[in-house]
């Protein structure tokens, strides 16, 4: 954004100041002096570093502004001052206002219009002068005022708008990954949580079934139960996030999930506030849900005590576990991903706090959450106060600073006529004027008819005070607050006609009755007529320039929201896309694998139940490794199955490698989800070094092997790293993998492991 240099108006001020004075008077062939001359050029010199300042300083380029004038001008001839001591020191309580508060702003012009009369006094004392110059920089400086809280506040709405627009371009790019964020956690949480529970409740009850056998019961039906809340729980996942209508409150959730870890076997005491609804809650209830659910893989048995204080600065959380029993098995061994600890400082970090874990003195381990509290920290308003007060206090001492030298030099009488001058008048009516401005987006129809009634009174006034100026010119300056209040109405349906007609009318009557008032020789149609058309033009004008404004600033505010509405747009979609994307995963992979944990639940099967909790939630792991958070422009995945092997040939070829898949008729359908899971790791691995060589890849069953066999992989066939991570991953299964150094892989993955019936593996089924 650029600005214009800051010195440039000052300048073209001092230039303007040079040909009023001395300019004028070296055309008249008059020369100054000297010592005006040098006057003239330190105070001129003084107020253009000074005006420089005014977007820094705005307050301090006021005050030395005009002390620098009020100090020019008494040595130096009328007028040599007068541009600098106007429109300088306009422009500089014009930058107060732009760059300051409303308060500041009128307590700067309202101190400086009494420094200036009261100097005025110091200077010349009271006298009958009808004070038309008063008004006029009056005028003038409220005028600067009211056009500097005018750009202010512009400017302000311009700076909000264009924060909305930064806020609603990083809502489209942010929304994205915080779903992705948001689906990847409750993807986490289903897997720790449920499934965990599934395969823990199984191993304890497959561990006691010689002592107590009806825990076989007891752990079918768990499982059964808890494979169904899974699959509603990522039906839920897979849908838009949830609404908090109808959904108990926190404690009671928390009481709820603390329940539910009672049930499990685990000794658990809580002591849990009232929390209230929104992120503090979710962030508790997920904190505390975690922790427990890591207490029950690691240490089943061990004695729990969850702690929630909802206290006004802050919200504690604190899970602390005893040492475990001895003895005791830990089933959920080995289960984890590696996610849950930043999941846990996510959701804190999230809520406004903080998350430290690590083991205690007894040998257990606890879990500690500082969460913000009830009331945020108090406002600092006694410095506000004291800062206001510190300005009154400046402004009037600056007031009161031309009275010493009329107290203590001056002895001289005034006058103590009692006659009220026309200035005096025309500063009442000014002043008025400017409270019905101020009431006018409050009251407009009695601020209309206030600005009417004055404007008839200005003829008065010059009649009451003698006026003996330009007799247009009071009329001129009561038309000009009219002209403001019907620039002020933005559209022409809020600047009424009966007003226009009305405001012409009046301001015509009183410019026909303040010149016919002096006496004229021009005939009363011919002053009417020039007053009618003078005042139609003004406020048609002004009425002309306030639509054209407000037309204006309606299209801005429409392209806004415009831009906006469709970056909101974007946002959504891309959000959508990103729960489809994960949604297609949960359909390949974890759904299947926990129907069959329901399946064989209902069978009676315990072993096979956990196994398929066990393979479920290696599933759930796999497709949490495609969720790539922190992308800038998230990319699509395969997922980690056989079914979207087309797409990894895709992504290859998008490389410039050609790559061909091939599955007979022979692969089943359904594979177990460790074979699954196994063989498209192995095919991605096989793919991964960069090589141009084109690669072929076939996928057959043999009874009960699948069988891969990999052409043109000669670079993966040579390293040794690949062939590592091949072994450990199909030998793990019980296969076998062959290469060969001409660029040949073969692998053979059982699709029956040891030790199962024929039942349990009832999945593999030739088309």
């Known amino acids: ?46 107020v253009t570093a000074a005006l420089a300042l005014r977007r820094t300083r705005p307050v301090l380029a006021l005050v030395v502004t005009a002390a620098a004038c009020a100090l020019g001008a008494g040595p130096l001839p009328a007028g040599a001052m007068a541009v600098l001591g106007t429109a ?10 732009v760059a300051r508060d409303t308060f500041t702003t009128v307590l700067c012009g309202a101190a400086l219009a009494g420094w200036q009369l009261l100097q005025d006094i110091s200077l010349h004392g009271l006298s009958d002068r009808d004070g038309l110059d008063l008004v006029l920089t009056a005028l003038l400086y409220a005028a600067a005022c009211g056009a500097g809280i005018r750009v202010r506040r512009a400017r302000a709405t311009r700076r909000a708008a264009e924060r909305r627009l930064r806020r609603a371009e990083a809502e489209r790019h942010r929304l994205p990954a915080a779903e992705r964020r948001r689906m990847e956690r409750e993807l986490h949480d289903v897997s720790a949580h449920h499934l965990t529970a599934v395969v823990v409740t199984a191993g304890a009850a497959l561990g006691l079934r010689e002592r107590r056998p009806e825990m076989a019961d007891e752990a079918l039906a768990f499982a059964a139960e808890t494979g169904r809340e899974v699959t509603r729980a990522l039906g839920a996942v897979r849908g838009p996030a949830p609404s908090r209508e109808g959904r108990p409150s926190p404690d009671e959730r928390l009481l709820d999930l603390v329940a539910g870890f009672r049930r499990l076997g685990q000794e658990v005491d809580c002591e849990i506030d009232p929390l209230p609804e929104g992120t503090l809650a979710d962030a508790a209830y997920g904190i505390v849900r975690e922790a427990l659910t890591n207490v029950a893989r690691h240490a089943p048995g061990a004695r729990t005590r969850v702690v929630c204080r909802h206290a ?11 040492a475990p029993p001895a003895g005791a098995a830990a089933h959920g061994t080995g289960l984890g991903g590696g996610r849950g ?25 606890e879990v500690r959450a500082v969460l913000p509290g009830r009331t945020a920290s108090a406002a600092e308003g006694p410095e506000t106060r004291g800062y206001r007060a510190a300005q009154l206090v400046a402004a009037a001492g600056l007031v009161l600073q031309p009275l010493l030298p009329a107290l203590i030099i001056r002895a001289d009488a005034t006058s103590s006529g009692t006659d009220v001058s026309a200035g005096v008048l025309f500063a009442l009516l000014a002043a ?3 409270v019905a401005l101020l009431w006018l987006r409050r009251s407009p129809l009695a601020a209309r008819g206030a600005l009417l009634g004055l404007a008839l009174l200005w003829p008065v006034a010059m009649a009451a005070g003698d006026y003996t100026g330009p007799a247009a010119l009071p009329p001129a300056l009561s ?5 403001a209040a019907a620039a002020a109405a933005h559209t022409p349906a809020r600047l009424p006609l009966a007003f226009c007609l009305a405001a012409v009318a009046a301001h015509a009557g009183a410019a026909t009755a303040a010149v016919h008032g002096r006496g004229t020789a021009a005939p009363a149609w011919a002053v009417a007529a020039c007053a009618v058309a003078g005042a139609a033009a003004a406020v048609g004008a002004a009425g002309w320039c306030g639509a054209l404004r407000g037309r204006r600033e309606k299209a801005d505010r429409g392209e806004r929201e ?11 979609r891309d959000a959508w896309a990103e729960r489809r994307r994960i949604a297609a995963g949960l359909e390949t992979t974890v759904l299947a694998r926990t129907a069959d944990v329901v399946a064989e639940a209902e069978a009676g099967r315990l072993e096979a139940t956990a196994e398929r909790a066990r393979e479920a939630l290696a599933a759930m792991r796999a497709l949490l490794d495609t969720v790539r958070e922190g992308e800038a422009e998230p990319r699509l995945r395969p997922q980690p199955t056989l079914q979207a092997l087309d797409l990894l040939a895709q992504q290859c070829g998008a490389t410039g490698r050609d790559v061909e898949i091939h599955l007979t008729d022979r692969v089943p359908e359904r594979l177990p989800a460790a074979v699954d899971l196994a063989a498209y790791s192995a095919a991605e691995t096989l793919l991964a070094p960069e090589d141009e060589t084109p690669a072929r890849l076939r996928l057959d069953a043999s009874g009960t092997d699948l069988l891969l066999s990999a052409t043109g992989v000669a670079r993966a066939a040579r390293s040794a790293a690949v062939r590592e991570r091949l072994s450990a991953r199909v030998e793990a299964l019980g296969g076998t993998v062959t290469t060969d150094p001409q660029g040949t892989v073969l692998l053979s993955l059982p699709l029956r492991r040891p030790g199962t019936d024929d039942a349990a593996d009832e999945t593999v089924e030739e088309r």
Do not use: N
Request: net charge neutral; with cysteine.
């Open 312 to 322: 006004d600065t802050r919200t504690d959380i604190v899970v602390t576990s005893a």
């Open 432 to 434: 008025a004027q400017a």
């Open 562 to 572: 415009q831009r906006v509405a469709a970056w909101t747009e974007e946002a959504v």
């Open 479 to 483: 038309l000009m607050a009219t002209c």
């Open 341 to 365: 600890t930043g999941f846990l400082r996510s959701r804190a970090r999230e809520a406004g706090g903080t998350l430290s874990s690590g083991p205690t003195q007894a040998g257990g381990w």
């Open 88 to 97: 300088g020191v306009a422009l500089a309580l014009f930058a107060v206002a």
């Open 1 to 46: 954004m650029t600005r214009t240099d800051d010195r440039l108006l000052p300048v073209l001020l001092i230039c303007a100041q040079a040909l009023v004075w001395p300019g004028a008077w070296l055309v008249r062939g008059t020369v100054p002096s000297g010592a005006s001359l040098l006057v003239w050029a330190l105070v001129a010199g003084v």
